[in-house]
């Protein structure tokens, strides 16, 4: 039986001799990457979700895989590169991003040097949408899977075994010899409840496996496991990555609640998860499938803390209640704008007053509150950026993100840019959305845009501080992550202020 490797390389641009730019990849529906120190270790850790539904249906089918999320472990390229070549893989499957695709392509051409033989196939949402291009201009690449990739990696792997077969799968995109093929269709599974539990065991590497090194920035407890219970959004959010190119704008699909507390034991008794983070795309879009699952936990009587990453355009104050009586302690929501305008033109459904109401509901049953805000979108001028500064200032969430938005290719939104000639140009490795701006358009600078974004954090943290009810929650969550977490993760906050 072959052997296979599943990998999510760390990727690194050294800036100076104490200070190194790190790259978040896989597990990470918006990839980014951060400043730190060179001896200090990676703490942001998203579970690889694709790559660990990949692993247990290889594991199922009798094939030998080997895991090494090099992000989560901070391993250096050498010793990735060694423990690689130890293994001696007959196919390499790397999930890759936007950002870090010119790392990951040099780290294949290393691969291919070592271990000529070796097949290498890329993934993720970057090398879905150029995949042709990637395959005509980089022999080292031998396939490209394409969308939901699990259930294709398989189909290859069992073709390759058998030395014979069709090798034009629906999903796939491959070279062999000099013809390039690239299916029409990308990979979708439309009964996600086919898929067995992800490889937890196995993560982040075989030999080392501590599924407790994740974790999501909200969560309070420790450990923490991150789950799903469903895949897509009805939405049309026009910069929305995996909506658009994951999951080929398809239905939104849910797990049976059944299974999404099953899975909840499952990682509360072995790996004693004391908080559980719902990273679906929109948690709260079906309102009764939330319910379910909250009447599930209870008919089961688990004591486990949960977060999620939900919406304020589904959500009432019944679900908040009905969550938080579950065990909620923590939502997420994406409000992206203030400006009504704004919000009609990248086709998110949202009134900007229902936010400042989810806010106050989640306040009113305990559920503490994280807004995210995107600057920079389709349309935005000077005075829509203000009315989203506004907005977040009326709102009552304890914690915010306050973003660049990054019109990452294969999105509508970086095909409008395009059209109007307004993308900087193609530096792939700033497509990230943390300090960078990759646009103009006609009314904003994209140094503007960066201005005003460091501009407005400050003025929400201002605006906070001078809350005794948020000091005093904040307090109490930061005292909850110091007994839980250590004083890093107190301080992480605190740290991204002074580097503004």
Not at 75 to 87: D, R
Not at 316 to 341: H, L, N, Q, T, W
Not at 433 to 456: H, P, Q, Y
Request: with cysteine; glycine share 6%; aromatic share 12%.
């Amino acid at each position: 039986m072959m052997k296979i490797l599943l990998a999510n390389p760390a990727a690194r641009e050294s800036i100076s001799n104490t200070k190194e730019r790190f790259f978040i990849k896989a597990g990470s529906r918006w990839p980014w990457s951060y400043i730190k120190s060179k001896k200090e270790k990676n703490r942001c850790c998203f579970f690889p979700f694709f790559l660990a539904y990949t692993a247990n249906i290889l594991r199922k089918a009798g094939y030998n895989v080997q895991i090494i999320d090099g992000v989560a472990m901070d391993m250096s390229e050498i010793e990735f590169l060694q423990k690689v070549k130890s293994f001696s893989p007959d196919l390499i499957v790397i999930e890759t991003a936007t950002h870090a695709i010119n790392h990951d392509l040099m780290l294949c051409r290393k691969l291919k040097i070592i271990l000529p033989d070796s097949k290498i196939v890329l993934c993720g949402a970057h090398a879905t949408v150029f995949a042709r291009e990637i395959l005509e201009s980089n022999d080292c690449v031998d396939f490209i899977a394409l969308g939901e990739y699990e259930y294709t990696i398989l189909k290859l792997i069992e073709r390759l075994d058998k030395g014979t077969g069709n090798l034009k799968i629906e999903g796939l995109g491959h070279k062999i010899k000099s013809e390039i093929w690239v299916s029409d269709k990308k990979g979708f599974i439309e009964d996600i409840n086919s898929l067995p539990f992800p490889a937890f065991d196995l993560f982040p590497c075989n030999d080392s496996p501590d599924l407790t090194i994740y974790r999501d920035g909200i969560c309070t407890y420790w450990p923490a496991v991150t789950l799903h219970s469903s895949r897509g959004c009805p939405f049309r959010c026009d910069f929305c990555m995996w909506n658009q190119i994951m999951y080929d704008n398809g239905p939104y699909r849910m797990f049976d609640p059944k299974r999404v507390v099953d899975e909840m034991e499952y990682v509360i008794e072995k790996f004693g998860a004391r908080e559980i983070y719902f990273d679906d795309d929109d948690f709260c879009i079906n309102k009764q499938h939330v319910i379910n699952i909250c009447n599930e936990i209870k008919k089961r009587r688990l004591k486990v803390k949960w977060s999620c990453m939900g919406d304020a355009m589904c959500t009432d104050e019944e679900m908040i209640r009905i969550m938080a009586d579950a065990g909620c302690i923590y939502m997420k929501f994406g409000v992206e704008s203030g400006s009504k305008e704004i919000l009609k033109n990248i086709g998110k459904p949202l009134d900007p007053s229902k936010a400042i109401k989810v806010a106050r509901w989640c306040r009113k049953y305990g559920i503490m509150t994280h807004a995210t805000f995107s600057l920079g979108l389709d349309g935005e001028t000077r005075e829509t950026m203000r009315e989203t500064l506004r907005l977040a200032n009326k709102i009552k969430f304890d914690t915010a993100q306050v973003s660049i938005t990054t019109p990452f290719p294969g999105t509508r939104y970086y095909q409008k840019l395009v059209e109007r000639g307004f993308l900087k140009g193609q530096k792939w490795d700033s497509f990230d959305g943390t300090t960078s701006c990759t646009f103009n358009t006609d009314t904003l600078t994209a140094r503007e845009i960066e201005v005003f974004r460091k501009k407005a954090i400050k003025s929400i943290v201002l605006h906070k501080i001078i809350d005794p009810i948020w000091v005093w929650r904040y307090l109490k969550r930061s005292y909850l992550l110091y007994k839980n977490w250590g004083l890093e993760v107190v301080l992480e906050p605190i740290k991204a202020l002074i580097n503004l």
